[in-house]
């Protein structure tokens, strides 16, 4: 799986990910209210990487958690090559962080450890963790309505949407589309995908853009 904000970001990552051997891509289109879909990937998206195997690229536009960035960094994936490391130098930890050092380098006293749990002060005495500015970053830049943009480049409706668009060159008319829209839970979506992900439908597909 590979989390982008939106198309351009595609763009760029397809020509690497070419040179590292996936020969099909995709893309899991759904928005904010697709609710079973959101739902399932807070903890699917680790699992769909897996099963997805490693001739096909799925790309998703999801706010990534923490433990999707502990998840890639442990496995040395190429999402973490791509974009983990420069999210992680360039993000509002990075610059938090920074702040804070400054703060230890000028005042006595003051030591910051697991930074994530942090409390911070805004205006007039209020109070949220460091962990949820990180988090309402990562959601604003990788807001899941570009869903709705991104199936009007594939000549796709609105009502198309979830679904799973299979390419094997971004800007190509050739495309192959799932529909996701008749999975009612969490349960039903992940054996569907287990089921996809091995069947020959799927490889089959693969077949075809060699």
């Not at 990910?17 to 990937?41: C, N, P």
């Not at 769909?48 to 490693?54: A, C, F, N, S």
């Not at 983990?84 to 938090?96: I, N, P, T, Y």
Request: charged share 25%.
């Amino acid at each position: 799986m590979y989390i982008v904000p939106g198309l351009d970001d595609v763009k760029i990552a397809c020509i690497t990910l070419k040179v590292r051997g996936i020969e099909l891509f995709g893309f899991l289109l759904y928005a904010d209210t697709d609710h079973v879909l959101v739902e399932y990937m807070q903890d699917g998206i680790f699992e769909l990487d897996q099963i997805t195997g490693d001739k096909c690229a799925v790309f998703v536009i999801e706010p990534p958690s923490k433990r999707w960035f502990s998840y890639v960094k442990k496995k040395q994936h190429l999402w973490w090559d791509m974009y983990g490391k420069g999210a992680e130098k360039s993000s509002l930890v990075a610059k938090l962080n920074e702040s804070l050092n400054n703060m230890e380098s000028k005042f006595s006293g003051i030591s910051i450890s697991e930074n994530s749990n942090c409390q911070i002060v805004i205006g007039d005495g209020n109070i949220t963790g460091l962990g949820h500015l990180i988090q309402e970053e990562y959601n604003t830049i990788h807001d899941r309505q570009e869903a709705l943009n991104i199936a009007k480049h594939f000549g796709l409706g609105y009502s198309s949407l979830p679904c799973i668009v299979f390419f094997k060159e971004l800007d190509s008319n050739e495309i192959f589309v799932k529909h996701l829209g008749n999975y009612q839970d969490r349960e039903s979506i992940k054996y569907y995908f287990r089921e996809f992900f091995e069947s020959s439908e799927f490889i089959n597909l693969l077949k075809a853009v060699k």
